[in-house]
C-alpha cells in the first residue's frame, strides 16, 4: 500500500482531463473493489455454513461485514470528494453511486439481523440468508454503469481490449487493490479469532489457551 500510494501520489503522470484530482483513484477504487468483493465472501461462506453446517463459514461472513461495511463508507467518501471537482457536485443519485448506498446499508442490515437475535444458531440463519438474497446487489452495481444512463465512467482495468490505463498510472492502482486485500485478509483473520474465542469461551480448548499464556 506504502509503494502504491507513493508511486500514484508522486510518480503517476497527471490525467489529460482531470488533473491531479484523478489520484484518488488509488484509494477509491481499491475500496470499490472490496465493498464488492467482501459482500461475494460473505454470500458464499454464508452459502456454505447454511449447506454444510460450518461453523466457520458463519464466522467468516459476520466478521466481514463491518469490514466491508467500512470499505464501502470510504468509496463513498472519496466518490464524493472526486465528484465534487469532476461532476461539480458532491452527490447525485446516480445508478452506480445510490446502488452502492444500498450496499452499505445493507453491510448494516446483516449485522443487525446478526444481533437481533440471543440464539446464536437463529442469528447465524437469519444472516446467512440476508447475505446470500442480497448479493443480487453486486451485479447491480457492476453492470449500472452499462445499465443505465449514468455519468459514472465505466471499466478501466478489465475494459474491452485491455485496460484503459498507461502502465505507470495502472501499477499503483494494482499494488494497492493488492495491499487492501491483503489489509482485509489481516483484519479477517484477527476479527475471526477474537470471535472464536468469545463464541467458545467456556470450551476446555479456549480455557487451556487462556491458562497456557499465563503461565507463559
Known amino acids: 500500500m506504502i509503494s502504491g500510494a507513493y508511486l500514484g501520489l508522486f510518480q503517476a503522470p497527471a490525467d489529460y482531463q482531470q488533473g491531479d484530482s484523478f ?15 467482501v459482500y461475494v465472501i460473505m454470500a458464499v461462506a454464508a452459502a456454505i455454513g447454511m449447506i454444510w453446517r460450518m461453523k466457520m463459514a458463519f464466522v ?21 470528494i472526486w465528484g465534487k471537482p469532476i461532476w461539480g457536485t458532491w452527490w447525485t443519485w446516480d445508478a452506480r453511486l445510490t446502488s452502492e448506498l444500498i450496499l452499505f446499508f445493507l453491510y448494516f442490515g446483516v449485522m443487525a439481523t446478526y444481533h437481533a437475535f440471543d440464539d446464536r444458531k437463529t442469528a447465524e440463519k437469519a444472516m446467512a440468508m440476508l447475505c446470500i438474497v442480497g448479493v443480487v446487489i453486486v451485479p447491480i452495481i457492476h453492470y449500472s454503469v452499462e445499465w443505465w444512463s449514468s455519468l459514472h465512467q465505466g471499466a478501466t482495468i478489465f475494459a474491452e481490449g485491455g485496460p484503459r490505463m498507461p502502465a505507470d498510472m495502472l501499477t499503483p492502482l494494482l499494488l494497492m487493490i493488492g495491499g487492501f486485500m491483503f489489509f482485509y485478509g489481516y483484519a479477517l483473520f484477527i476479527t475471526c479469532q477474537t470471535m472464536v474465542l468469545k463464541n467458545e469461551r467456556k470450551s476446555r480448548w479456549v480455557r487451556e489457551v487462556i491458562s497456557r499464556n499465563h503461565s507463559r
Not at 467468516?60 to 464524493?80: D, H, K, M, N, R
Open 23 to 37: 489520484r484518488i483513484i488509488y484509494v477509491h477504487v481499491p475500496a470499490a473493489w472490496l465493498s464488492l468483493m
Open 60 to 80: 467468516v461472513a459476520i466478521c466481514s461485514a463491518p469490514l466491508g461495511a467500512v470499505f464501502t463508507a470510504l468509496a463513498l467518501i472519496t466518490g464524493a
